[in-house]
């Protein structure tokens, strides 16, 4: 997610930490790399424009060029203006309404308005702990409600049955009585989308808008779009009451344009983005972990924020245990193996974490990829429980049953066996107190070198 703005920025950044101390020329040489980055992550001129304007006179103040270690103090004035250019502090969602308290999802075609009323519904039922009920409106494109309708069924979602050919208003009403009658603490509208903006489409979202009088209307908008996808807003916003961004596809944005530029274009906050496919891959968009991210510093709050979501509470207590105990088997590596493929795997792990572009091109070229995650447990799951338990008494015959009953090879198995002793032994010293071998980077070195 946005790895070439952070390439960017990590590139002018070191040339500015670099530097013992900073004359005007060089803060403005780095002000003109900052420029250049956000230009080629397709933000708007005027963003870029005014973005540098806010940062220049702070950074050449002369507090900043004289103190011991300017670059920093010039990192963070940038640091500070791209919070409050992502939007400041994250709006929560508005559930002050009567329920069933009505939201809409409105956008352009195919920007993912249905996948992500889904998904906007499990995070409501998981975080919030409401009742959700969704509905579709979408009486255009052949399929379209019962592509809600079966994402509602596989993910144990309530939907509104469908009547064919009923229209919009009437959906709408139909749709809020049987919120109603089923105890849905909310409903969630999809909406049809177009390929561009039309007075029709406009027109009928309104009419929607004044049936259904929503707490909330998101719009999704694809994240590929750059800057396109803030004016979109932009426009939306002029007709109906727009309360909230949904940036899908933001996993497969390297430039990160529409991001930065949404909330200065279009003046509505980014509430959530999409970052895949499936219905888990909604997150709540934070405007200072973002820019930690975009800058290279890393997202250390989200990744133990979704650990412990992802982690079930008895895996998590279990690990706990183990881990005071300084004990590791295993079957906890296994746990944790399976972890690391729902959290994304190793790409999505690391691209929380600080120095994120330099480690991942290191992994890259160490052909560190999912498999790996995948050989692992098929490895882990062809040892016996003694084994596992034990992993001490793995000889050479053993070593090589696992080997065919996996797969792969004796030097595989031996690589596994030297990674998790590894991995032990850090958890024994992590369990005393002792965090020698962890970085300020967040990744301990020996570990990185192991896994290669
Ligand atoms: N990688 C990725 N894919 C996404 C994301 N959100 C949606 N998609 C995919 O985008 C495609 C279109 O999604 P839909 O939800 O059908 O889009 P829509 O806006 O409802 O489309 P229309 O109803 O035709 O206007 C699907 O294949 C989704 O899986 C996301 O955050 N990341
Ligand atoms: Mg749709």
Avoid: W
């Avoid at 944790?336 to 120095?355: A, C, D, V, Y």
């Amino acid at each position: 997610m946005f790895e070439n703005l952070t390439n960017k920025f990590e590139e002018v950044f070191s040339s500015l930490k670099k530097a013992p101390s900073l004359d005007e020329k060089q803060v403005d040489e780095g002000l003109k790399g900052i420029r250049q980055a956000l230009l080629e992550a397709d933000v708007s001129l005027n963003v870029a424009k005014d973005f540098i304007e806010n940062v220049k006179p702070k950074a050449l103040g002369q507090e900043i060029i004289r103190s011991t270690s300017p670059g920093q103090m010039v990192i963070k004035i940038v640091y500070d203006e791209l919070v409050k250019l992502l939007g400041e502090k994250n709006e929560d969602i508005n559930l002050n309404a009567v329920p069933p308290v009505p939201m809409m999802l409105v956008g352009l075609q195919g920007s993912g308005k249905t996948t992500t009323t889904a998904k906007l519904a499990k995070f409501l039922e998981k975080n919030k702990k409401k009742k959700i009920m969704m509905a579709s409106l979408d009486v255009y494109r052949p399929a379209a409600q019962e592509q809600l309708k079966s994402l509602g069924e596989q993910n144990s979602i309530l939907t509104l049955p469908i009547i064919e050919g009923q229209l919009p208003d009437d959906i709408c009403r139909r749709a809020i009585s049987a919120a109603n009658l089923n105890g849905a603490d909310i409903i969630l509208f999809d909406t049809a989308g177009r390929t561009q903006i039309d007075l029709q489409m406009m027109s009928e979202i309104k009419e929607i808008e004044n049936i259904i009088k929503p707490s909330e209307i998101f719009l999704v908008a694809d994240s590929l779009t750059g800057q396109v996808a803030a004016e979109v807003a932009k426009e939306f916003k002029n007709t109906v009451n727009l309360t909230g961004i949904v940036l899908t596809r933001a996993d497969g944005d390297a430039r990160g344009g529409a991001a930065v530029s949404m909330k200065y274009i279009s003046n509505v906050p980014i509430k959530f983005l999409g970052i895949g496919e499936k219905i888990e891959n909604l997150e709540v968009f934070h405007p200072d972990r973002i820019a930690n991210r975009i800058l290279g510093m890393g997202d250390v709050v989200s990744l133990v924020e979704k650990a412990s979501q992802d982690l079930s509470e008895e895996n998590l207590k279990k690990t706990e245990e183990n881990l005071k105990k300084g004990s590791f088997s295993m079957e906890d590596y296994l746990t944790q193996l399976r972890q690391m493929k729902k959290m994304g795997g190793i790409e999505g792990i690391m691209s929380f974490l600080p120095g994120v572009s330099k480690i991942k091109s290191q992994m890259d070229k160490a052909g560190l990829d999912e498999s790996i995650i995948s050989q692992n447990e098929a490895i882990i799951l062809s040892m016996t429980k003694k084994e596992r338990d034990n992993p001490k008494i793995i000889n050479g015959s053993r070593r090589k049953r696992i080997a065919n009953g996996s797969g792969t090879d004796v030097a595989t198995i031996n690589k596994l066996l030297k990674q998790f002793k590894m991995m032990s032994e850090m958890m024994k010293k992590m369990s005393k107190g002792d965090l020698k071998g962890m970085t300020d980077k967040g990744v301990p070195p020996e570990l990185f070198n192991q896994l290669k």
